[in-house]
T-cell receptor, first 115, second 116 residues
Framework: KAGVTQTPRYLIKTRGQQVTLSCSPISGHRSVSWYQQTPGQGLQFLFEYFSETQRNKGNFPGRFSGRQFSNSRSEMNVSTLELGDSALYLC??????????????FGPGTRLTVL | GNSVTQMEGPVTLSEEAFLTINCTYTATGYPSLFWYVQYPGEGLQLLLKATKADDKGSNKGFEATYRKETTSFHLEKGSVQVSDSAVYFCALSASAGGTSYGKLTFGQGTILTVHP
């Protein structure tokens, strides 16, 4: 099976712009989670989607949003970019319902740089 | 809230040395525990996991035992190789439901460098 894919791999934007990142989960996986990774804050949970519904959300401002499509592919959007949004954004999928025992399989990430 | 604390890094070892990376956690209920590894320029790969107390996860020579009495999940390997150089993350997934769905809580990561 193909792994989790994320596009694009690298992105450079300027402050005030918006950006959309895409994630394709492993075939058959229905739960998709997003994380932000920065040197200062480490890995932080953004949100999780299952069957097109956001079930959980981390402590991020409303500028961060996401959605999931019927084929389980997911997108996240960041509006009005700030310098502090520069980070590696990781997507992960899991095979079941996103429960506590499920393993999450990560994609390679999208490196976002905000200038 | 839930949290994970890893030993301070970085850790530098010679090839064939013994490795321990400490991990302790705070969580309500019965979390599952994970070790992930991240190689430069890549995403995270699952190394091993344990879903209940006294479970031992193992993979590629790495082991960790879920100790509920000490709330710990220390990672060990008897003989490290240069190829083990990477960043290691301890993580927990809290008991299912509500604000736990699809959420991993990570430690800060430990950089491991192994010299020949």
């Amino acid at each position: 099976k193909a792994g989790v894919t994320q596009t694009p791999r690298y992105l450079i934007k300027t402050r005030g712009q918006q950006v959309t990142l895409s994630c394709s989960p492993i075939s058959g996986h229905r739960s998709v989670s997003w994380y932000q990774q920065t040197p200062g804050q480490g890995l932080q949970f953004l949100f999780e989607y299952f069957s097109e519904t956001q079930r959980n959300k981390g402590n991020f401002p409303g500028r961060f949003s996401g959605r999931q499509f019927s084929n389980s592919r997911s997108e996240m959007n960041v509006s009005t970019l700030e310098l502090g949004d520069s980070a590696l954004y990781l997507c992960a999928s899991s095979p079941h319902s996103g429960g506590s025992t499920d393993t999450q399989y990560f994609g390679p990430g999208t490196r976002l740089t905000v200038l | 809230g839930n949290s994970v604390t890893q030993m301070e890094g970085p850790v530098t070892l010679s090839e064939e040395a013994f490795l321990t990376i400490n991990c302790t956690y705070t969580a309500t209920g019965y979390p599952s525990l994970f070790w992930y590894v991240q190689y430069p320029g890549e995403g995270l790969q699952l190394l091993l996991k344990a879903t209940k107390a006294d479970d031992k996860g193992s993979n590629k020579g790495f082991e960790a035992t879920y100790r509920k009495e000490t709330t710990s999940f220390h990672l060990e390997k008897g003989s490290v190789q240069v190829s083990d150089s990477a960043v290691y993350f301890c993580a927990l997934s809290a008991s299912a439901g509500g604000t736990s769905y699809g959420k991993l809580t990570f430690g800060q990561g430990t950089i491991l460098t192994v010299h020949p």
